[in-house]
């Protein structure tokens, strides 16, 4: 082998390494805090519906800000935007650490939800393009699923390590949950850090000024790609539907994403209880979820993709409304694995549908809405929902997005007939 070629070699191997470590320090911290945000909110105060107003502005943030923000990483660099979004990250976990009250949660979450929006895509895009240099062309799906893996494995083990510590409490000056968000808010320092440093990447082929029209142009066709979205879904009924049923899904996530850790405070009878439960049960939940996607290639290549979207939605929502029925911690925790396994088994075959209905010029328009309209509806469904729990009880509340979530086994219909209407 030439030097050359041992050199593009372990720059490659390099690259690897680098994604991995980067996709660890991204999503480490975030088993720290997940579940438990909800849980810091009500504990300094907020009622639920305000907590969970409060979480929305994040997902209305990502919504407003995704597609504009969908170039800039094209304009300005991969390293540049990923070091932002890092940077907006820090910002947002020490305004969590230090809320106290609806308008300091309501900043949070926008901070949240900017840093989401300009985390979608950067590192993955540099990765590619890293690896193309070597070898142009070359797949990388082997890698991608690898850092999937990373992912859960990283988010897994944060969620053991945070309900370890909530439950030992070493620092009694803070309150036990508080101490979780301040290893949130510390590791996204440590994640800023490993950017920075190791994160590389050759100069820009454009001007800066062709960079600033690049990035306002991302940012105008906003607007015009919704719109052709939204015209897209009034001539395709079949797509509709898919739609639907993901604003039906994402409904339902509102009971195991958010109304979960309370529901669990109620029964265990304290917060701290509560945050210290949802560690390992959070980390289960991320490893029956990979169970669950793969029962679905079975579940799709036994009784089709539609079908199999179908039982997916059909469980899913079942299991929230178990969970809503759950009198004990325990069965309300074996609901909740239920749910989850489901939550799995939906999504690769909603995916597929997506795909089927989205040609070459038009993937990106159908896969971003089918992510707004999601976004969207769970913005739009939690303050509802904590509406109703604080006016009635957090049972009632995961009763009425269950049966939500229900109904989009029905929007799977227009799916399950073309796909018969093909075979036959």
Request: hydrophobic share 55%.
């Amino acid at each position: 082998m030439s030097t050359a070629m041992r050199h593009t070699a372990m720059s490659l191997e390099q690259a690897t390494r680098i994604f991995y470590l980067l996709n660890f320090t991204r999503w480490f911290p975030v088993g720290f805090v997940v579940g438990i945000f909800i849980l810091i909110q009500t504990g300094r105060g907020l009622t639920i519906a305000q907590a969970m107003t409060a979480a929305a502005v994040s997902g209305f943030a990502c919504f407003a800000l995704e597609l504009p923000t969908s170039g800039f990483a094209d304009a300005f660099g991969r390293r540049a935007v990923y070091l932002a979004a890092a940077v907006v990250n820090v910002l947002a976990g020490a305004a969590y650490l230090f809320a106290q009250n609806f308008w300091q949660f309501v900043g949070a979450a926008a901070l949240m939800g900017t840093f989401r929006a300009l985390d979608s895509g950067p590192l993955e895009a540099w990765f590619v393009d890293t690896v193309h240099e070597g070898s142009p062309g070359a797949d990388v799906d082997q890698e991608l699923s690898r850092a999937g893996t990373v992912l859960g494995l990283a988010v897994g083990a944060g969620a053991l390590i945070s309900g370890g510590l909530i439950w030992w409490h070493p620092v009694r000056a803070f309150a036990a949950i508080d101490l979780a968000v301040a290893v949130f808010a510390l590791l996204n320092v440590v994640h800023l850090a490993a950017t920075w440093l190791l994160l590389r990447e050759g100069p820009r082929a454009i001007s800066t000024g062709e960079q600033e029209r690049h990035a306002w142009a991302s940012a105008r066709e906003a607007p015009a790609v919704i719109a052709s979205g939204v015209r897209l879904l009034a001539t395709n009924k079949v797509l509709l539907g898919i739609i639907l049923a993901e604003i039906a899904w994402s409904i339902g996530m509102v009971a195991f994403e958010s109304l979960l850790p309370l529901r669990l405070e109620e029964l265990l009878g304290s917060a701290q209880a509560a945050g210290a439960t949802m560690g390992p049960v959070a980390a289960v939940g991320w490893g029956i979820f990979a169970l669950g996607t793969w029962i679905a290639g079975k579940a799709s290549k036994r009784w089709g993709v539609a079908r199999a979207a179908m039982l997916g939605r059909t469980l899913n929502a079942t299991g929230v409304l178990l969970m809503a029925w759950a009198f004990t911690p325990a069965g309300l925790i074996a609901a909740y694995l239920f749910t989850y396994t489901w939550h799995g088994v939906n999504g690769p075959p909603h995916s597929a549908l997506l795909h089927r209905e989205a040609e070459a010029r038009n993937r990106a328009t159908v896969l971003s809405i089918n992510s707004m309209f999601a976004f969207l509806a769970f913005g739009v469904a939690g303050p509802l929902a904590g509406l109703l729990a604080d006016r009635a009880s957090i049972r009632l509340a995961m009763l009425a997005v269950g049966l939500t979530s229900l109904l989009g086994v029905a929007a799977y219909l227009p799916a399950r007939r073309a796909e018969c209407a093909v075979r036959s």
